[in-house]
């Protein structure tokens, strides 16, 4: 599985439609970010994309600041996780549904969120489309934050959204 060079990549981010990413709603005790974006590759060629997270995961937000560290199953009780030097390990979320023709769902604190009182779901949502597949990103955060939750949302939405843009890249290239 290689990515065949800067001129392809271009040509995929022109074929792609674009990413349009909001904080939906934000209070006391939670948010929720959704992204969407339409990606011109089958459903089936993006689900299996989404299991190359070391290929699309921006690798400054890692803890080990590499994203080929990371990796996730694509099967209910499947790991989000990443590899720390030292022989250490990070789950960062728990696969909880996957279905290729549907999405994945995931449940979990991401990065800082890790350190406070909060769970979250992070959902992909796969529609066929003509040209492509629709997809939905949604991360629903509920809990406690002791510098206040609404604070969050736009931070994890614009990581969030960064991560769906590089997706959009990478998911023509599966082999």
Known sequence: MLIRGLVPLILVLAASGPVAAEVKSAAPNGFEVVSKATISASVDRVY???GEVGRWWSPSHTFSRDAANLSMELRAGGCFCERLKDGGSA?????????PTEGLRLRGALGPLQMEGVDGTLSWTL???????NVTQSYVVGGY????MEQWAPRVDRVLDEQLQRRKCISLYLI
Do not use: D, M, N
């Open 91 to 99: 789950q960062h979320l728990q696969v909880v549904f996957a279905a």
């Open 127 to 133: 529609k066929p489309a003509e040209g492509g597949t």
């Open 48 to 50: 299996s994309a989404l």
């Open 145 to 148: 934050i002791r510098s206040g």
